[in-house]
């Protein structure tokens, strides 16, 4: 087969390859005898390395690849964690802006806590649809926002997350007509470029806002306040992955450009304080929603997972003392199941209510006190389909937003790896290598097919229903299954609450509230008693209870 003339250059190849090949093995044999010498008699720390000397190693390996090929190969398409296949799917296919039709049939699982809509025999037609119109945010302030989309970008920091991702989401989030949110790492050039509007978070640590000693500067809170494109500042008091903790920055994510734009020494781990320093009660909260709301002439919320539920009445009584301008004006309730660059897991997996039990809590409480027309309500938590989206709206949500959604828009793979600077896609390090393959120009786009299309399905939802809009989705418009399989309104399990209707069951008005705060000395004192002595010994349901009741008999209402 070959000419003669290469057959002696032949055989003396192959007899360098068998010398090589035996070579090889000899020196594997070595490194393996000298492994298992290590394992078995030199190393204490593993058990399984002493007594399975080498063969133990495999299994650090295999542990280790095992979480990127679970996902390939074995986990079926609704049963990953934190987000199914099912569910990532729906998302790059939006963001790609390809079909998301599916066939067959639907694969999502009968259980306990499923939302099911419900449709109309006569659904809107097309030529019936309306626009989702925007929605003013802080109309007291000097500079109010009229909010455009119902679906936004939430708080996800420079520094959590890379230079190109940023990039790609203000760009995008211009694209879209959405807001981005900061989160708690400051303001970054990156943030600004697109041209989307900003909400500011003000973080526990202040970032981007401190003066040297970690206290909220005035002046550097107006100069962020100048630039046109923040349009509203948040103040977290905690978030769904890790309340009463801190953000975590680890010193491999702390550049020398980050931790300029925090206000912070480079290559040190960036850990703000477990809580906003100054705050400790209503009042004190009060007191710094005015202050950054009086500095900057923009419209000031809060960011928080709810625990119990008390301290936001307080909240709201002492609203009604100081006068509805001192409300904040939105608050965003984060899920306890919310996403995060770094948290303990038992914070992660056990602290704070999830949405689905939050979100109508809150509304209602708003509500009750009669402060829907004050104060907007943001969702936050694995929003990131549009049936959850529909859900938020419908339980009584003004806008919803959403982080890892759009991180999926990016590229992300869940590979679960935003607290080591090694994300396989560029989306959540600083190693330059890796951040190459985010490209911010193609990525901006589908950040916005993501945002138009999960909207445009939204929409869809709400014409099955009989409405025109998203917005006119309401509790009687889906149903939850419980564990009998039996599906109950979610107005039935979470009644719409008539305006008001709290401060009525607690035999005051605005009106008496805010003159016992004149002629009482201690207006604080007086409301606390109040509330201790006929609401807050009973539990949510009880008091869901007696309102109920009240609307009933009014006469006997207390
Ligand atoms: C990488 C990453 C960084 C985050 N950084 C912040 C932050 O700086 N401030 C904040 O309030 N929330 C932060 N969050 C939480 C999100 O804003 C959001 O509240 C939570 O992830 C729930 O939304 P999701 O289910 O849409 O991700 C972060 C989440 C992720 C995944």
Redesign the pocket.
């Known amino acids: 087969m070959f000419p003669e003339s290469l057959q002696p250059w032949l055989g003396a190849i192959i007899a360098w390859l068998e010398l090589g090949f035996l070579v090889l093995v000899l020196l594997l044999t070595l490194v393996g005898l000298l492994l298992w010498i290590q394992d078995r008699f030199i190393q204490k720390k593993h058990a399984i390395r002493r007594n399975f000397p080498l063969v133990g190693r495999f299994r650090y390996f295999f542990e280790h690849m095992g979480e990127f090929f679970r996902q390939y190969f074995f986990a079926m398409d609704r049963e990953e964690l934190p987000f199914n296949r099912a569910q990532r799917s729906w998302v790059y296919r939006a963001a790609k802006d390809l079909s998301n039709t599916s066939a067959f049939g639907s694969t999502k699982q009968i259980g306990a806590g499923r939302v099911v809509f419900m449709n109309c025999p006569y659904p809107t037609l097309a030529k019936n649809a309306a626009e989702t119109l925007p929605i003013m945010v802080g109309p007291h302030c000097e500079q109010p926002y009229v909010a455009r989309s119902v679906f936004n970008v939430?708080?996800?920091?420079f520094g959590?997350?890379s230079r190109p991702a940023v990039q790609a989401l203000s760009r995008g989030a211009a694209m879209a007509n959405c807001w981005m949110?900061t989160?708690?790492?400051g303001l970054s050039p990156y943030h600004l470029e697109g041209g989307c509007d900003i909400v500011f978070?003000i973080?526990t640590a202040r970032y981007g806002v401190r003066d040297s000693e970690g206290n909220l500067d005035d002046e550097r809170l107006r100069q962020a306040a100048a630039h046109q494109q923040v349009k509203m500042f948040e103040i977290?008091l905690s978030?769904?992955?890790k309340p009463g903790k801190g953000?975590i920055l680890p010193a491999g994510k702390v550049t020398d450009e980050i931790a300029a734009i925090r206000g912070i020494p480079a290559g040190q781990a960036s850990i703000s304080p477990n809580g906003q320093p100054d705050v400790h009660d209503a009042d004190s909260l009060l007191d710094l929603i005015h202050k950054v709301r009086d500095v900057t002439g923009k419209p000031t919320g809060i960011?928080f997972v709810l625990g119990d539920s008390r301290w936001l009445e307080d909240l709201f009584l002492a609203i009604h003392e100081r006068g509805l301008e001192s409300a904040p004006d939105f608050i965003t309730v984060?899920?306890g199941?919310?996403?995060?660059?770094a948290a303990p897991m038992s914070l992660m997996d056990d602290v704070g209510l999830y949405l689905a039990e939050s979100l109508p809590q809150v509304v209602d409480l708003r509500d009750g006190y009669g402060l829907s027309d004050r104060i907007r309500i943001i969702a936050?938590?694995?929003?990131?389909n549009p049936s959850m989206v529909a859900w938020a709206i419908a339980v009584g949500a003004d806008f919803c937003?959403?982080?890892?959604?759009y991180?999926f828009a990016l590229g992300c793979i869940q590979a679960l790896q935003?607290n080591r600077n090694t994300c396989p896609t560029g989306v959540?390090t600083h190693n330059p290598r890796l951040q190459r393959g985010l490209v911010p120009e193609d990525k901006a786009r589908r950040v916005a097919h993501f945002h138009d299309n999960l909207v445009k399905e939204v929409e869809t939802i709400a014409h099955s229903c009989g409405v025109s809009e998203p917005r006119k989705l309401k509790r009687q418009h889906a149903r939850m299954l419980n564990s009998n399989g039996e599906s109950v309104p979610l107005d039935h399990l979470w009644p719409t609450v008539e305006a008001g209707i709290y401060l009525r069951s607690l035999g005051i008005t605005p009106c008496i509230l805010s003159l016992s705060g004149w002629f009482a000395p201690s207006a604080k004192v007086q409301r606390g008693a109040l509330l201790k002595a006929c609401w807050l010994p009973l539990t949510f349901k009880e008091r869901q209870q007696r309102v109920r009741t009240s609307l009933e008999d009014p006469e006997g209402a207390a």
């Open positions: 939430s708080g996800m920091s959590a997350l949110n989160g708690e790492g978070q973080g977290k978030q769904g992955a953000g960011k984060d899920s199941d919310g996403g995060t660059g936050s938590g694995k929003l990131i937003v959403s982080a890892r959604g991180m935003c959540t």
